[in-house]
């Protein structure tokens, strides 16, 4: 018989774990009751004894935190490479589970971990808050619906990600290899990689260039330009950067019956076409066409906030175990996202377009070599912030979670 309230522990309390338990633990998600968290940071767990109550029970282990039985549910908000390493041992050991984004860092692992899901007949949803934003909502239904037609093109420049050196200096996983897995593809940008694939599709080939530290001095990629094509003939261009101010955030798709254009995440202006652009194309008379006798109607869309975010994937995962409504973010789709990052990486690194489905193993390859000859020893920067237990070790082996 289904518990009237959720249990759910939270693993990784740093800037979005703790938002996470505190929305628990405040009340803001109904039917939801917090019941342990977990880090490898003393501090932190202190913060946690202090902020969360004394009912709330505290791990350095997630082992141990499985094994005592306290939950019912998983939120792993831990650095990237633990994603998938937590949710697959949480499945195994019969927990739902929601992930933070990305949902790993390279999709061979995340396969597993979907292999994993599917094997438990848990609950699997990723906390890609980004589709609660009630305009990307409506441009999803419009394409969906068929009144944009066949598509054509999505241009995405997104360069409001500013970001100082202080910022990849507050944090010894950030901006490495080893600790991060990438940069503004595997840390800012899996939410507009997942919306760009939600509302576009996914392609059949990406082409890329990414720029490692061009204006910051990290090893990993802060400025990106990728393009892609689908099977029908439509293209996307997705540039990002985390290296420019001020930055924007412009989105436009286009198709035979008209053209979106999302400005800042909550204005879409939707031009639709009386007749379609290729019917029309080969029924005209006219070689040139002034862009007012063109028929065509103008929609405006302006919505007052961004939706619920994280708070409403959150509670769309608690109903959705406890009275079978709709998944807005299934985990099982997070691997698209980081498909796209990941043939973007490959396709830098040996210069060449890649066919989608990529070759995983070869990504797999040559990331550990990026690991290997890392600029920046993640080891020895963790190596004065000793675990609990007193060992030392890779922010990784600190977790006791198998990369």
Known sequence: MMTEKLKVAVVGIGNMGSAHAKHIQDGAIENCVLTAVCDIDSEKLAWARQTLGEDVKLYSDYHQLMDDRTCDAILIATPHYLHPVIA????????????EKPAGVYTKKVREMNEAAVKSGKVFAMMFNQRTNPTYRKVREIIKSGELGE????????????????YYDSGTWRATWEGEGGGVLLNQCPHQLDLWQWMFGMPKSIRAKCAVGKYHNIEVEDDVTITAEYENGATATFITSTGEYPGCNHLIITGDRGKIVVEDGKKITFTKLAVPEREFCYSSDKAFLPAQDVPRTEEVYEFDSFGTQHIGILQN???????????ISSGYEGINALTISNAAFLSDWIGKEIALPMDEDLYYELLQEKIKNSKVNLSEKVAKHPANDGSYGTYQERWKGNR
């Open 151 to 166: 598509p054509k093109r999505l241009v995405w420049v997104i360069t409001n990600w500013y970001r100082t050196q202080a």
């Open 317 to 327: 995962f608690v109903n959705h175990i406890l009275h079978h409504e709709e998944l």
């Open 88 to 99: 697959i041992e949480a499945f195994e050991k019969g927990y739902h589970v929601l992930s």
